[in-house]
């Protein structure tokens, strides 16, 4: 293997290890074991490894350990794609933009654990900082793809202003964003929902979100069709490419709707959810392949 095969097993590595690490914060709020720590960040109940009392500490700790090693195998990659590549490069500056990424979820992450965003709380504050952290969690998945792209395909593509069918691409991956946040936002209801501490009728806010999940299947369901059609335009152009990961985006959409009404019909089984969760990571790193692909266009060598 050359450096080059290795530091893309590396990164494959870390765009794996941080879905797992997006579906530990997804088990945090389900269990709703966000103040497992108490109210002390980076350190968990006042230490850095804290005395196990209890399942929501065990939660909390194992989410931001998963979360100090992403940031370790961060440094790493820092240091290997710029010895390996030089600061000129677009992968070193796909790097940096990453990590600038990786530190706003984490500070993100900090925000909801000190301003007490967690657990049973039902504020407009939560609501928002949800949203955007799913957001940043979506663009720092997407921005792993980017240096993986560029790792690999520097040599032979270059991105193409003149691409026509550009806006296609785009809206698909604003469907995305919109379908994965109002799942999230569903995620939340639920959690207050069949919480002990909250009383829905009586917590307006909860009130409204629990009153609005029927939000999230719907624009689904629509955001599939709007997203195939999409792709479908993508792939009418004579010089279409990949078309592999459009069939994966395909099956993944089928499935995704499979799983979402059986989280419905089952009242939302963390199990269900990861699956849920996982789909939701893996349609969007198909689609920022598929898109990356298609926006760029191959460079000419000359013989
Ligand atoms: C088609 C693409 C879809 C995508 C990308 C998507 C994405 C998501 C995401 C990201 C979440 C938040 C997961 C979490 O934080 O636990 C979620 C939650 C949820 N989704 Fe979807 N979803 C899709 C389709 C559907 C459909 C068709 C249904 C139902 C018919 C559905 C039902 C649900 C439910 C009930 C939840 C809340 C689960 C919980 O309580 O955690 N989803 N979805």
Redesign the pocket.
């Known amino acids: 293997m050359t450096h080059l095969t290795y530091f893309r097993s590396y990164v494959w590595g870390l765009l794996i290890f941080t879905v797992a690490v997006i579906i530990s914060g997804?088990i945090v709020?389900?269990t709703e074991s966000g103040a497992g720590c108490g109210d002390s960040w980076p350190k968990c109940e006042g230490s850095l490894v804290p005395a196990i009392e209890n399942i929501h500490t065990a939660i909390e700790f194992i989410h931001r350990a998963l979360t100090s090693v992403l940031s370790v195998g961060y440094l790493g990659l820092l240091a290997w794609s710029y010895l390996l590549f030089g600061r000129r490069h677009l992968v070193w500056q796909s790097v940096l933009f990453s990590s600038f990424v990786l530190l706003l979820e984490i500070l993100i992450g900090a925000a909801l654990v000190f301003f007490g965003w967690v657990e049973d709380d039902a504020s407009w504050g939560r609501v928002i900082v949800d949203s955007l952290h799913?957001v940043n969690t979506l663009i720092l998945l997407a921005s792993l793809v980017v240096i993986l792209f560029w790792a690999s395909e520097s040599e032979n593509r270059s991105i193409s202003k003149e691409y026509s069918r550009g806006r296609f691409l785009i809206a698909a991956i604003g469907v995305?964003m919109v379908?994965?946040i109002t799942?999230?936002l569903?995620?939340l209801a639920?959690?207050l929902y069949f919480s002990d501490q909250v009383i829905v009728e009586e917590t307006p806010i909860a009130q409204l979100l629990v009153s609005v999940r029927a939000v999230?299947?719907l624009i689904?369901?629509i955001?599939?069709f709007l997203i195939v059609g999409s792709i479908y335009m993508v792939m009418e152009d004579p010089k279409a490419t990949y078309s592999g990961l459009a069939f994966g985006i395909f099956g993944i959409?089928f499935l995704?709707?499979i799983v979402?009404?059986l989280?419905?019909a089952l009242l939302?089984p963390v199990e269900i959810?990861i699956i849920?969760?996982s789909l939701?990571d893996a349609?969007w790193v198909l689609l920022i392949f598929f898109s990356l692909y298609n926006y760029s266009s191959e460079k000419h060598t000359t013989t």
């Open positions: 997804d709020q389900s799913v995305v379908i994965t799942g999230t569903n995620s639920d959690t999230h299947p689904a369901i955001g599939a959409l995704q709707v979402g009404i989280n419905i939302t959810q849920h969760l939701a349609l």
